[in-house]
Each structure stands twice: as structure tokens, then as C-alpha cells.
């Protein structure tokens, strides 16, 4: 599970916050602060692609667990100042810590990845535990909003103690998936929903519950969504229904339940990733649904943040009607998705 | 072995994330004071960096150097946030006081006139209330230095030290560009303030959100004094809009106070356009159904009213239901174009409050003896000149008479005023400030001084 939790952490406990820290420094734009945010996506991004086709060496079980050493010791100290004053005149400093944060939560990912891909791709059980770990970890930040942050430091101090870890089941025999298009596409779509708490509460840190809500309702969706075949048609239904009712009145996306049934419907979305077999050097697609997701986060606060076109979020439910048709019809005996494929 | 050392490392980090152990003093704060009588308890609340931590305090009120020693009464603590209520000495002067904090270690930590002491809330009570002001400091790169707008601000502070109203509303874009030495300055102009501020941000407080939060507190709050609330909606998130938790916050505020005087402040006007989007019928409601009788905007740079139907009235400012205001900005680019006053300046809004009802709340910008429909009062048009020894000229261009004003003499010794009322004498270092109460007729232009007593 460590793997998973270094793996997952990156899109979906960094990243969100970091839109957040975006939200309320990234307008600052007078201030060095605000320029460091804007900056610091697009330089995850690159560091992130670089890593993923030139840092084999971090493979090695030996360098592999000193940069996770050392990131802890990173992230500790980059921490400190956030703890108590997200926000202070020194602000400067804190976006270079969150981005040093960034930096450290990237190589963990790309570790993380490459110990799942070595393990012969991820595991459903782990992954889903994963999520309930990080929905705990993101709850935290309603004591202090950046707390999540910081328990990046005991992860990656855990996976340079625990190596590998063993896979449930021969995981080579499991079909290799390709997550696609319009499944991105619904990735996108629950990460425009689940910002919108995000949004809302902003510098009031209760919109740290919502993003473990959201996290916690992926957990579930992972595992009922292999379990239970009625849950496969009735998650994704459920969570669409309460998004497009919360698109007529938004302030049901600030209802608990509409997060944690998102959030379910994006877990169900993603079980086929967490069931199929590593491709290269990477789990399934996530290189795919980590900008997919971020991109519907900002999409979020954008239409969120105009009021007047806040309603193009039923638009952009429209497309998935036909795709989402034929999941229900299928789903009942092909819990892991219709676009799964056996491998060749 | 590696298990326990993970294990150590989770620790390790999070104590190194805790210590030392510090907090910080959210509330109360200049924006959004702890307003009430000596003698009475309020409540300060502490964000600790580990929660369960009680901070052994000492706490005290601070005004002209004279300290006043605070009774912890009660505490509660909840995770890592610690509410203490403190008892104010019932001897202590009425006034603005800094809310001084001394933890163990002998380290301060101060809230600069945060707490007022002050009567119960009269039935006749006389607000000021602002929007838009001037741009403060030099700019990049020293922006803390002198610039034009802090010259603009001082005499709007003079000026309305002179109307001295109970209470100063701050309704938001309250430091235009938004970089951090602007909030800096904005502090220090608002510690010359007489009167308690409470403050909301605008949309302009966005482009530097770190250095508002900083100095002036949360962007939405409500600030009770008696029966009489002051509710502080923050309208600049996002594009012009009120979310749907503050909306949720509201309704709950609202009908906790049920029986209380409310005033509502927010920076973006209900009405016509560029204001608030969403939630607006909704709100008109609740403001009808609580009797709230004023709701007072700035954003337009221009004065107008609306009734609660939305019409903006050009009929005279007395009609039924709540007002919605609009008010002039007090020192950034007008817009007359949206005005419906009888001329364009830079100004505030003074209004009167008789029990729950909105008495004058508007200036009689034509000089015909009534008060018009939308005009807020001009400033810069009340000369306050300090002549020294003790002396100080008043020079009015204003249409109407300003009944009951304050002005502050200062002496070495104790003296008496030659005109007006001795409300009250204050010592301020090593010089005696004398608080004369003064009407200041249309057009006049006196000098108050102080003399030696007669025998």
C-alpha cells in the first residue's frame, strides 16, 4: 500500500492543494509569491516528464530510498513555516516551500510508480486503501490547511523502509487497460465538481472534509464498484444525478453527500486502472488522468468563480450521456469497464 | 527495524512541524473589534500549533500607555483552537484598547485597538461608513514610503474624528492595488481612528488577499455590540458573488439574531449592474424579514439607493422597507455616470439610527435645506487644522450643520475649552488631550481653544 500512497498522492492531495495555495497567492501578482505559484505547475509538469523518461537510476533500491530519505527531510523542514500562517508577509518564502513540497511529492510519485509497475501494476485492494489513507490525511487540514502536506514526510520515510510489496493475485495475467477517452473525460468533470468546495470555503479550511470526503467516496467506489454490480450502475448514477441537480442550486455542492458521491462515481471510474497490468513504465494511464483531473479542478474554479457561466457545467455533462448509456447496460457483467481490453 | 524508524520519522516530523509551541490571536482584531461595556466578558480566540496545548497567559488592555489587567473567566478548548473569555475591569476608561497577550516567555503579542470599551448602544446612535478609498504608500519598490493617498486619508480620519460617529464600517476595496505595504499603511490610518472599524473586504482585496487576511482578520464576519449586529458578508469572491456557505452562514446569523438591530455590509451593491450575481432575491427576503434597515455597498465609486424591489429611487430617500446604499468612494476614481446624487466627490455616508429605524442618511449636496435622495457627505471639505497650543481652527464647506461633533485638544496641563463642552479628559504621554463636544454650523469657520479656568 506504501507504493500506492507515494504513487497517489501527487494528483490527489498535492496537486488539489496546491490550486488552492493558486486560489488565494496566485492573484497576488505584484508579489514574488504569486508569481511562484503560477510558475510551480509548470515546473512539476516538466520535472514529472523528465523523471518519467530519464530517471531509471531512481529505480535502484539504494538511491531510490535515499531521495525518500532525504525528500522527508525536505518536506519537514519546508513545512514548518506553513504550519500556523499560511498566509503571512513572508509569503514569499512559503510558495518556495510549497513548490520545494512539489518537487519532493513528484519524485515520490515517479518512485511510487515505479515500485507498483515493478510489482506488476497496481492493485485494487491497495489502491482503494490508499484513498481511505489519503482521505485522512486531507481531513487533517481542517486543523491546519496545510498539514496535508507534511504527512508526505512519514510516507516517503515509510517507503525507504518498506520496499516492494507483494501483489494479491499474478497480477501479469490481468488485461492491460486503456483508459479511455471519454472515462478521461468523466475524470475531468469530477475534478470540476469536487473543486467547488474547494472554491467555496477557500480560506475557511473546512473545505479540507470535502476533499477527504471526495477521497474517501473513491476509496468506496474502487472497491464496490468490483463487489457489488448493482453499486457499478447505481455510483455513477447517483453521483451524476446529484451533479447535474447541484448544477440548477450550486449550494448543494458544498453538501457533504455531493462529495462523497463524486467522489464514488470517480473511484468506480478508475477501477479498471487499478485492475489492469503495468504498461511500461507506468501504471495503466495516470499520466493521462493526473492532468485531466488538475485541468477540471482549474476548470472548476473558473466556472465557479463567473457566476454567468457557471451553468456550462450541464454542457459538459452532455457528452457523456451516449458512453455513460451503453456502461449501464454493460456494467452488471463487465464491472471493469467496456473499454477494457485483453492484452495482445 | 525500518517500521519503527517510518514510525519515528511521522513523529519526529510532526513535532518538528509543532514546535515550539506558539499560536496565533485570530480574534478579536482591528476589523472585527470585541465591542462592549467595562466590566463585561469577550472572547479571544487562539489557533495553536498542537492542538490540546493550553498557553499559560497573561493578559492585559493597553491604552496611552496605561495598562488594565484582564480576568480569565472561562476557557474552552476544542482541538487546536482556544477560546478564553476575559473580564474587563469595570474602572477602565471608555475608549479603543489594544489587546495585549504575554505568554510565558515573557513574548507580546499585541492586537492594536481591538477591543472597545463603550456604553450599551443608545437608541440614537450616528454611523460613518466608507468604501474605495485612496491608494496608500509610495509604491514599488519602497511602497511603504508617503504617497498621495495616505495625505487624503488623514484628513478623511480628521474628519471623522470631528463627526466622531459610535461606529466606522468599512465596506471594502479598502486598499486599492492590493500589495502588502498598502494593508500596512490602511492599519496605520485606521489606528488614528477614534471610533470602533469593522471592516469587509471587496474585490480588489483579491490581488492581495495574504496581506488583508494578515492585518485585518476573516473576510466575513459578524460583530455584536448589545442589541445592535453589524453582519460583514464578503462579496469579492470569486467574480461579484456571495458562495453558498456564506450564504448557509447568513441565514444561521440572521436568525440567531432575531431580536437584534442588524446593519449589513458588503461591498458589491444587490442591484442594477456590477453586483452581486447570485442568491440576491434570497437575500432581499431575509433582509425584509428581519426588518434590517439599511444595506450599505460601495464598488460604484458613485452614490445611489435602491428600494428592496430593486428601483433605484430618485423620489427622496424616505420610503418603506430596507435601503439598499451605495456610497461614494472616499479617494478612488469616481464614476458619475452611475451616480443619482446631485453632484460627484469623494466622500462617505453618515447616517443616523433611531432604535431600529433609518433616520437622515443622506447630505443635502443642493443646499436646499432637505436632505436629496442618494447624496453621501463630500469630504475634504471640513477643514481641521491643529493651530498648537492647544488651539484648533474647524472650517466647514458643508451644506448642513454637523450637530454634536468632537474635536481633541491637546495641553500640558489641565485646562478648559473657551466654546463647545469638556466631555472628557484622556492623558497621552505627558500631554493632556481635552475631548469638547461642538456644533459645527454650515459654513463656519471658528477656532476652539483652551484656556485657564475662570476662578
Avoid at chain 1, 530510498?65 to 500562517?85: D, E, K, T, W
Avoid at chain 2, 482584531?29 to 487562539?46: H, K, M, Y
Avoid at chain 2, 475608549?95 to 456604553?119: I, M
Wanted: charge should be negative; hydrophobic fraction near 45%.
Amino acid at each position: 500500500m506504501i507504493a500506492h500512497l507515494l504513487w497517489l498522492q501527487l494528483p490527489f492531495v498535492y496537486l488539489p492543494l496546491l490550486v488552492v495555495g493558486l486560489a488565494i497567492y496566485g492573484a497576488d501578482f505584484e508579489h514574488p509569491s504569486g508569481r511562484i505559484y503560477l510558475w510551480t505547475p509548470l515546473v512539476l509538469a516538466v520535472l514529472h516528464s523528465l523523471l518519467r523518461h530519464f530517471g531509471r537510476v531512481l529505480a535502484k533500491r539504494e538511491v531510490s530510498a535515499a531521495v525518500l530519505i532525504l525528500g522527508a527531510a525536505v518536506v519537514a523542514y519546508a513545512y514548518r513555516p506553513l504550519h500556523m500562517s499560511w498566509w503571512d508577509e513572508r509569503s514569499t518564502s512559503q510558495a518556495a516551500h510549497i513548490l520545494a513540497i512539489g518537487v519532493c511529492s513528484v519524485f515520490a510519485s515517479q518512485l511510487g510508480a515505479r515500485r507498483v509497475t515493478r510489482a506488476g501494476g497496481p492493485d485494487a485492494t491497495h489502491a482503494a486503501c490508499a484513498f481511505a489513507v489519503l482521505a485522512l490525511i486531507a481531513t487533517g487540514g481542517m486543523l491546519y490547511p496545510m498539514i496535508a502536506l507534511l504527512a508526505l514526510a512519514p510516507l516517503m520515510a515509510a517507503g525507504a523502509a518498506v520496499d516492494d510489496e507483494a501483489p494479491d493475485a499474478p497480477r501479469a495475467e490481468r488485461p492491460a487497460t486503456r483508459f479511455g477517452g471519454w472515462r478521461r473525460y468523466a475524470v475531468l468533470l469530477a475534478g470540476i465538481e469536487l473543486s467547488l468546495p474547494l472554491w467555496d470555503f477557500q480560506t475557511d479550511p473546512r473545505w479540507a472534509l470535502f476533499l477527504g470526503l471526495g477521497l474517501l467516496g473513491v476509496a468506496a467506489g474502487v472497491v464496490l464498484a468490483a463487489r457489488r454490480p448493482l453499486f457499478a450502475v447505481l455510483l455513477p448514477a447517483f453521483a451524476t444525478v446529484w451533479t447535474v441537480a447541484a448544477a440548477f442550486d450550486s449550494a448543494q455542492t458544498v453538501c457533504p453527500m455531493h462529495a462523497l458521491l463524486v467522489g464514488a462515481g470517480t473511484g468506480w471510474l478508475l477501477r479498471p486502472l487499478f485492475e489492469a497490468r503495468a504498461v511500461k513504465d507506468e501504471p495503466a494511464s495516470l499520466a493521462w488522468c493526473t492532468p485531466v483531473w488538475i485541468v477540471g479542478i482549474l476548470l472548476g474554479y473558473v466556472l465557479a468563480a463567473n457566476r454567468s457561466i457557471m451553468g456550462l457545467r450541464l454542457l459538459f455533462w452532455l457528452p457523456l450521456l451516449i458512453p455513460l448509456l451503453g456502461v449501464f447496460r454493460n456494467a452488471p457483467s463487465r464491472p471493469s469497464g467496456s473499454d477494457s481490453r485483453p492484452t495482445t | 527495524m525500518r517500521r519503527a524508524l517510518a514510525v519515528f520519522t511521522a513523529f519526529a516530523a510532526i513535532l518538528w512541524a509543532a514546535l515550539p509551541l506558539r499560536f496565533d490571536v485570530r480574534g478579536p482584531r482591528l476589523g472585527i473589534p470585541a465591542l462592549l461595556a467595562p466590566g463585561e466578558v469577550f472572547t479571544t480566540d487562539l489557533h495553536l500549533s498542537h492542538p490540546g496545548w493550553r498557553p499559560a497567559l497573561e493578559a492585559r488592555l493597553e491604552r496611552d500607555g496605561v495598562s488594565y489587567p484582564l480576568e480569565l473567566v472561562g476557557d474552552h478548548l476544542a482541538w487546536n483552537r482556544l477560546e478564553l473569555d476575559y473580564r474587563t475591569p469595570p474602572d477602565a476608561p471608555h475608549g479603543g484598547y489594544d489587546l495585549v497577550l504575554v505568554d510565558d516567555s515573557g513574548v507580546e503579542h499585541r492586537r492594536e485597538r481591538s477591543v472597545h470599551l463603550l456604553p450599551p448602544p443608545a437608541h440614537d446612535l450616528r454611523i460613518v461608513q466608507l468604501a474605495d478609498l485612496p491608494t496608500f504608500g509610495s509604491g514599488p519598490p519602497d511602497g511603504f514610503g508617503e504617497g498621495p493617498g495616505d495625505a487624503e486619508m488623514r484628513q478623511i480620519v480628521r474628519e471623522i474624528n470631528l463627526i466622531r460617529p459610535d461606529y466606522v464600517l468599512l465596506s471594502g476595496d479598502v486598499a486599492y492595488v492590493g500589495g502588502w505595504f498598502h494593508y500596512h499603511k490602511l492599519h496605520e490610518h485606521l489606528l488614528d481612528l477614534e471610533s470602533p472599524v469593522i471592516c469587509v473586504l471587496g474585490n480588489h482585496e483579491y490581488k492581495g488577499l495574504a496581506g488583508y487576511l494578515e492585518t485585518m482578520g476573516a473576510p466575513r464576519h459578524v460583530v455584536d455590540h448589545g442589541d445592535l449586529s453589524f453582519v460583514s458578508l464578503n462579496t469579492g469572491h470569486g467574480r461579484d458573488q456571495l458562495t453558498a456557505s456564506q450564504f448557509t452562514w447568513l441565514e444561521r446569523v440572521m436568525d440567531e439574531r432575531h431580536d437584534q438591530r442588524v446593519i449589513v455590509q458588503m461591498h458589491h451593491p444587490l442591484f442594477w449592474k456590477r453586483k452581486v450575481f447570485v442568491r440576491v432575491d434570497e437575500m432581499v427576503e431575509l433582509f425584509a424579514d428581519h426588518e434590517v434597515p439599511i444595506v450599505l455597498s460601495g464598488h460604484w465609486h458613485a452614490d445611489n439607493v435602491f428600494d428592496e424591489h430593486g428601483v433605484s429611487r430618485t423620489d427622496g430617500p424616505d420610503f418603506p422597507g430596507t435601503k439598499y446604499v451605495t456610497t461614494t468612494a472616499a479617494g478612488a476614481e469616481l464614476h458619475p455616470d452611475q451616480s443619482t446624487a446631485f453632484e460627484s466627490y469623494h466622500g462617505y455616508r453618515v447616517f443616523e439610527l433611531h432604535g431600529n429605524q433609518l433616520g437622515r442618511y443622506t447630505y443635502d449636496g443642493d443646499g436646499d435645506g432637505q436632505p436629496d435622495t442618494s447624496s453621501s457627505h463630500p469630504a475634504h471639505r471640513m477643514l481641521i487644522e491643529d493651530l498648537g497650543d492647544g488651539g484648533v481652527r474647524i472650517a466647514s464647506s458643508w451644506n448642513e450643520d454637523l450637530l454634536g461633533a468632537t474635536v481633541s485638544l491637546r495641553s500640558r496641563r489641565e485646562l478648559v475649552p473657551d466654546k463647545g463642552t469638556l466631555l472628557r479628559r484622556r492623558v497621552q504621554g505627558d500631554m493632556i488631550l481635552h475631548e469638547v463636544r461642538i456644533d459645527v454650523p454650515a459654513g463656519a469657520d471658528f477656532v476652539v481653544k483652551l484656556v485657564e479656568p475662570r476662578p
